[in-house]
């Protein structure tokens, strides 16, 4: 390497920033500013005991499906994934893995991880893997990697855990007790109660059961069992529902045919057909929504994953191990009766709307101004790309998408929806690409040179519209 012109770091300072405008708004407006990570999957026993890992591979590989999905597709055997490898083979293989996946999100989040948090420029690779491993392995299991140090190394305002209704919320009381200034609330997420088809639907009504101290033998008592459950949620700090569907079904059925179909499956444990399904699932969200408008949450919808492809892996290695996909599910017209059905009785609370599907984007942006009647900034808001869409080129369709179909000024930014501590500099990386789209446009003569009101919109879609939006504490 030339001493003189020595080649700068792969994660530079610059990084993903072409222009002059694109640098100045990022470094000059966004690049200090707090995360609001209004959905995620971080485990609240996890941050209420400050809990240390017992490996870097705990901390950073463990569990995180995204890296399993890619090394084994590069023919990494299950055992250095979710099998009995020590931590540092499965460190070693992912090592090995990772200049493989250039062009994949997983090469920029990896590198930028290692930056951010361990202050690591070097390249990760097998030839690389052992000296880091060392160094990473060391930092990851001292005081200064808890859970809590985490979060606050990186910023971290609000945490969004995502709850079931049978929840106890011990862990979100204790931290709050804590009087720790990083805020975690719950999010209430109650798919099973939906999943009438599903083989496990009874089981999870008797646990349900049994948390509340109610019978569940009718619609009806379902519907008082989760009032009951939403009551608690909001009295330990919710404010924020969601749901991940297929999509969102609108099939009207009336009150004694919902009580009949709930009858045949609790009662009598027979089959439900898809029509009888989504009736029920109809009425049931109606319910919820009506009643989160009553308390002034938020409501999440997640739709378009095809999850569980996998029958033989799933059945080995169960849920969110690396075997889901985008669907193609139907969408516009159900989403539009649903949604109108409660705008008309004025029952439409603040509502986010996420697709795994990009061939959705269009619909979401034109469905969102639909709804937004102008009583509150941005009551509708179409998600971040997510999961699948969680990368350079789906988030930088989505923010095309929202700009010309919508108004890219009111929206709420960008959120993990990941289950690792590390993965807080996506935040960063959705900023940086934010900033060097507008940036590029003021370069091209599209936008006025106008940093300081720009540099406004970009920090209130990176900030300051979230903590508006979910009503955070000044």
């Known amino acids: 390497m030339d001493k003189q012109n020595p080649i700068p770091p792969f994660i530079h300072d610059d990084f993903l920033l072409e222009s002059t405008s694109a640098k100045a708004l990022y470094h000059d407006y966004v690049k200090d500013l707090p995360i609001i990570d209004y959905h995620c999957h971080l485990s609240p026993k996890d941050i209420a005991e400050n809990t240390i890992f017992d490996s870097i591979t705990a901390l950073w590989i463990d569990g995180d499906h995204y890296k399993w999905r890619a090394m084994r597709t590069l023919g990494v055997e299950e055992k250095y994934l979710t099998g009995t490898a020590s931590p540092k083979e499965k460190f070693v293989q992912f090592a090995s893995a990772l200049p493989l996946m250039m062009r994949n999100p997983l090469y920029h989040w990896t590198q930028l991880e290692l930056k951010r948090y361990f202050s690591i420029s070097e390249l990760l690779s097998k030839d690389t893997a052992d000296a880091i491993f060392q160094q990473t392995n060391a930092r990851a299991t001292s005081t200064e990697f808890s859970t809590q140090k985490l979060l606050q190394k990186m910023q971290v305002e609000y945490i969004g855990t995502t709850d079931d209704p049978i929840d106890s919320l011990e862990y979100h009381s204790i931290h709050s007790a804590s009087g720790h200034p990083i805020h975690m609330a719950p999010s209430f997420r109650p798919d099973r109660c939906l999943l009438i088809q599903s083989d496990g639907f009874n089981d999870y009504l008797d646990d349900l059961e049994r948390v509340c101290g109610t019978e569940i033998q009718s619609f009806e008592q379902l519907c008082i069992a989760l009032e009951q459950r939403m009551d ?24 004694k045919e919902i009580e009949f179909i709930f009858t045949k499956r609790r009662r009598k444990n027979e089959e439900i057909s898809k029509t009888d399904s989504e009736g029920f699932q109809t009425a049931l ?19 378009g994953a095809m999850r569980n492809n996998n029958s033989r892996m799933f059945k ?60 509150i900034k941005g009551k509708v808001q179409w998600g971040s790309g997510w999961w699948f869409s969680d990368q350079l080129e789906g988030m930088t369709k989505q923010i095309n998408t929202l700009s010309n179909m919508g108004i890219l000024s009111c929206f709420i930014g960008m959120l993990t929806d990941s289950r690792s501590f590390l993965s807080f500099p996506r935040h960063e990386y ?41 009503e955070l504490p000044k």
């Open 232 to 255: 608690f949620f909001h009295q330990k700090g919710c404010r924020i529902s969601d749901h991940g569907l297929e999509y969102l079904p609108y099939t009207i059925l009336s009150p």
């Open 316 to 375: 080995n290695l169960g849920a969110d191990t690396g075997w889901d996909s985008i669907g193609q599910y139907p969408t516009a017209r159900s989403l539009s009766k649903f949604l109108d059905a409660l705008d008309t009785t004025d029952q439409l609370t603040k509502t986010v709307l996420y697709n795994l599907n990009p061939a959705d984007n269009e619909i979401m942006a034109t469905m969102i101004g639909n709804f937004n009647d102008g009583s």
């Open 285 to 303: 969200l109606l319910f919820l929504s009506k009643k989160y408008h009553k308390l002034g949450w938020v409501q999440q919808f997640h739709f």
């Open 430 to 470: 959705f900023r940086r690409l934010l900033c060097n789209l507008f940036g590029n446009d003021i370069e091209k003569g599209l936008l006025p040179k106008d940093l300081p009101w720009i540099g406004k919109i970009i920090s209130d879609i990176s900030y300051g519209n979230a903590k508006n939006y979910f």
